[in-house]
């Protein structure tokens, strides 16, 4: 790529727990077309955190898929789990500013408090009860991040609203919509949420494009944004793939991975467009 436009950084964020499927190919050619159109850099990030799901098989796969349907980067691949310094200097700044807090309540003890989802089924989760929050100060015996979850200290009834380029405006109630949500595992993983923010910071990404069923994980990410100060990039959340019953594609589909489907005979633009029975 010539004359690359240095205000322009997007990324491909693959997560290797599985084969790639359509949807992936749609949303990953969506980010590439998008930081070519700009005449930006596109960046390759493998979000292979989690050392139990994440497997050295499936980043080969991904990376040869990458390639199959056609899309390249200009840096990377950048790999998550040789990052871990980066995500804890953001935990001790949440942990310093007082954002975050360590909880073992356990996922029962959720359920029994939370209410109950409000969200159509793909969306539903459990929000956190504010009564089940640790006392303000507990977290300073802690040292490390590790042997307990960490929670972000969502502020109740606040409207996180952004302008979504392809959704348009979008605006999630914390307290409401999510509660308290983990950045830091108790098995010292760094959780999505940290994750991510600290990695496009870092990356300089100026834009993320992305699935539209992680509308409200930015809104958790914004908010980590304005805890540290911290300017966010633009958002395009792109529409999913789904079968004939509606239902969005997801991993474990297997035969509609993109490696399948290359056995299959179809084409990267067939792919891409998911044009094909599902």
């Given at each position: 790529m010539s004359d690359p436009n240095p205000s322009y950084v997007g990324r491909l964020a693959p997560t290797p727990t599985g084969l790639l499927h359509a949807g992936h190919a749609r949303t990953f050619h969506a980010a590439w077309?998008?930081?070519?159109?700009?005449?930006?850099?596109?960046?390759?990030?493998?979000?292979?955190l989690d050392p139990e799901r994440c497997k050295a098989e499936f980043t080969d796969c991904m990376l040869e898929d990458l390639s199959w349907l056609g899309?390249?980067?200009?840096?990377?691949?950048?790999?998550?789990?040789r990052r871990k310094q980066l995500?804890?200097?953001?935990?001790?700044?949440?942990?310093?500013?007082?954002?975050?807090?360590p909880s073992t309540v356990s996922r029962k003890e959720i359920r029994n408090v939370a209410r109950a989802p409000h969200d159509d089924e793909?969306?539903?989760?459990?929000?956190?009860?504010?009564?089940?929050?640790?006392?303000?100060?507990?977290?300073?015996?802690?040292n490390s991040p590790a042997g307990v979850n960490w929670r972000f200290r969502v502020p109740d009834g606040k409207e996180i609203r952004f302008v979504d380029e392809r959704c348009g405006e979008q605006c999630f109630k914390a307290g409401v919509d999510f509660g308290d949500f983990v950045v830091w595992r108790r098995d010292n993983v760094p959780a999505y949420e940290l994750a991510v923010v600290a990695d496009d910071v870092d990356m300089g990404i100026t834009e993320v494009v992305?699935?539209?069923?992680?509308?409200?994980?930015?809104?958790?990410?914004?908010?980590?944004?304005?805890?540290?100060?911290?300017?966010?990039p633009k958002w395009c959340h792109e529409g999913l793939l789904r079968d004939a019953d509606g239902k969005r594609l997801a991993k474990r589909c297997g035969s509609c991975s993109i490696r399948e489907l290359r056995e299959r005979g179809l084409s990267p633009e067939?792919?891409?467009c998911g044009e094909f029975p599902l």
């Open positions: 077309r998008r930081a070519r159109e700009a005449n930006g850099t596109i960046c390759l990030r493998v979000e292979d899309l390249d980067w200009d840096e990377g691949p950048v790999f998550q789990s995500f804890h200097r953001m935990w001790s700044r949440l942990k310093e500013c007082g954002w975050i807090y793909e969306q539903a989760e459990q929000v956190f009860p504010p009564e089940l929050r640790t006392r303000p100060g507990e977290e300073k015996i802690f992305r699935g539209e069923d992680l509308l409200k994980s930015t809104a958790r990410q914004i908010l980590i944004y304005q805890a540290l100060d911290l300017h966010p067939e792919v891409i």
